[in-house]
C-alpha cells in the first residue's frame, strides 16, 4: 500500500527582505524530488489575506513536519513543547537553539561587503545598522573583523528598528547629519538593501555623489531595491534559494529520527553583486589603477601579467611592487580572485551553464584550472558553491 507524501507546513511571513521568492524555490526544488506536499499560508492577524493562521494555533495542523519563522522566546517555548519536526529560520536572535534552526552567516556577509570596499582602493570605511539586532551586530562583527586585517578602522552608525508607520524623514534626516561626518571618499556597508536604500537618497539630499565621494553596498540581494533605484545598488547575496534548500534537508533528516544540530546551521552567501552604487575605483598609484581595470574588463580572456604590465604602462617587476605596496597582494592572486569571484556568481545561478562552460565564461580555460583554483583558495569544489549540494 503507498503511503501518503509527507505534509509539510510553511509558516512564513508574506515578504523578507533577503527573498522569499528564491528561499521557497529552494524548499520547492528539495520538495520536489522528495514527494513532499507543501502546504502555506500567512501567519500575521492583521493580513488582509482570508483566514491567517495564528503560530499558536499551528499545532493543529496535521502535518508532519514545519518550516517557521520565529523570533519570540515564547513562541519557541510552545513549539518546543509539541512533537512536530520543526526548522526555524528567525534571524533576529543569537545561537539559541530550542528550536533547530538555521541563520545566514553575517559574519561573512560583513566580511565580503568589507573585501569589496577595500578592493575598490577605499580607506574610510563605514557601518549603517540596526541598534540591539543580533543579526547587524554580527555583520557589523565581520565588517569590523576584515577591516582590522587590511590595518583599517571604521565608522558605525546604528538606529533603532523602525515601526512601520515611521515618517519617512524620520528614517533619514539622522543618517543626513551622520554622513556629513564622513572622511571623503567613503565606502559605506549597510546592513540590509533597504537601509541602503535610504542611504543613497540621504546622499542626493545633501549633495554626495554615489559612488564618487560615498560607495554604498548592501546585503540581501533584493532586486526590487537593487534593481530599482538611481545608481542601481551593489549588494551581498546572502544565498536565499541555498538556505531554503538546506532547510527542507534539515526538517527531513528530524523527520527521519535525526538528532537536531547543536547550534544553527550557517549558510554562507555567494558573492557581491557589483552594480553601479560601486563602479569606483581608488588609487593613489596609476599604475595600479590602470592594472585592475584591464583585469576587470579582460578577466575573461587568456592574457599573461606582462600584458597587464604593458596596460599599465610600466615593466612587470613595477607593476608587481607598486601593486604589492598599495593593495598588500600580487596582480596575479588579484585576477584568481577576481576569476573566483563571478565563477561562485554563475554556479550560484538557478539558471547556471554547465561547469566547463563557466570555467571558459571566467578565463580559466578549463574546468581542470577552475576546480584547482577553488581548492587552492576555498578549499573546496566548484560544486559546494551549487545550491542544493552537500554543504562544505
Known amino acids: 500500500m503507498k503511503t501518503r507524501p509527507p505534509k509539510i507546513a510553511l509558516a512564513l511571513p508574506e515578504s523578507k527582505p533577503w527573498g522569499i521568492t528564491r528561499?521557497?524555490?529552494?524548499?520547492?526544488?528539495?520538495?520536489?524530488?522528495?514527494?513532499?506536499?507543501?502546504?502555506?499560508?500567512?501567519v500575521d492577524p492583521e493580513s488582509s489575506d482570508d483566514f491567517p493562521l495564528d503560530l499558536s494555533r499551528l499545532n493543529s495542523w496535521q502535518v508532519d513536519g514545519v518550516i517557521v519563522h520565529a523570533n519570540n522566546l515564547k513562541q519557541l517555548d510552545l513549539f518546543r513543547k509539541w512533537r512536530i519536526p520543526m526548522v526555524n529560520i528567525g534571524g533576529d536572535m543569537n545561537f539559541n537553539c530550542q528550536i533547530p534552526r538555521l541563520a545566514f552567516d553575517n559574519q561573512l556577509i560583513g566580511r565580503l561587503a568589507a573585501g569589496h570596499l577595500i578592493g575598490l582602493g577605499l580607506k574610510n570605511l563605514v557601518y549603517h545598522g540596526v541598534q540591539g539586532r543580533w543579526y547587524s551586530d554580527e555583520r557589523l562583527k565581520g565588517f569590523k573583523q576584515a577591516a582590522l586585517e587590511s590595518n583599517l578602522e571604521i565608522k558605525s552608525f546604528l538606529l533603532p528598528h523602525m515601526a512601520r508607520d515611521a515618517l519617512w524623514n524620520e528614517r533619514y534626516e539622522p543618517i543626513k547629519h551622520w554622513l556629513k561626518t564622513l572622511p571623503l571618499p567613503a565606502g559605506l556597508f549597510a546592513v540590509q538593501d533597504y537601509r541602503a536604500l535610504i542611504i543613497l537618497t540621504a546622499c542626493r539630499e545633501i549633495g554626495l555623489r554615489v559612488p564618487e565621494d560615498v560607495a554604498v553596498v548592501g546585503s540581501d540581494n533584493n532586486l526590487m531595491v537593487c534593481e530599482f533605484t538611481t545608481p542601481?545598488?551593489?549588494?551581498?547575496?546572502?544565498?536565499?534559494?541555498?538556505?531554503?534548500?538546506?532547510?527542507?534537508?534539515?526538517?527531513?533528516?528530524?523527520?527521519?529520527?535525526?538528532?537536531?544540530?547543536?547550534?544553527?546551521?550557517?549558510?554562507?552567501?555567494?558573492?557581491?553583486?557589483?552594480?553601479?552604487?560601486?563602479?569606483?575605483?581608488?588609487?593613489?598609484?596609476?599604475t595600479v589603477k590602470r592594472a585592475i581595470q584591464f583585469m576587470r574588463q579582460n578577466y575573461s580572456k587568456s592574457f599573461t601579467m606582462y600584458d597587464v604590465a604593458e596596460a599599465a604602462r610600466v615593466s612587470r617587476r613595477h607593476i608587481e611592487m607598486q601593486f604589492r605596496a598599495e593593495r598588500k597582494t600580487s596582480p596575479a592572486i588579484f585576477l584568481v580572485n577576481l576569476r573566483l569571484q563571478k565563477a561562485k556568481a554563475m554556479l550560484a545561478d538557478r539558471d547556471r551553464k554547465p561547469t566547463e562552460e563557466i570555467a571558459r565564461a571566467c578565463g580559466f580555460r578549463n574546468g581542470k584550472n577552475m576546480r584547482a583554483a577553488f581548492h587552492r583558495v576555498f578549499n573546496a569544489s566548484p560544486s559546494s558553491f551549487i545550491p542544493g549540494s552537500i554543504s562544505r
Open 23 to 42: 528561499f521557497l524555490n529552494g524548499i520547492n526544488d528539495y520538495a520536489g524530488a522528495h514527494d513532499w506536499l507543501l502546504t502555506a499560508c500567512p
Open 232 to 286: 542601481t545598488l551593489t549588494s551581498v547575496c546572502v544565498n536565499a534559494y541555498r538556505m531554503g534548500y538546506e532547510s527542507a534537508k534539515l526538517l527531513d533528516r528530524l523527520m527521519q529520527g535525526g538528532t537536531p544540530p547543536p547550534t544553527p546551521v550557517l549558510i554562507a552567501p555567494s558573492e557581491v553583486v557589483a552594480r553601479a552604487s560601486t563602479d569606483v575605483l581608488h588609487a593613489d598609484e596609476p
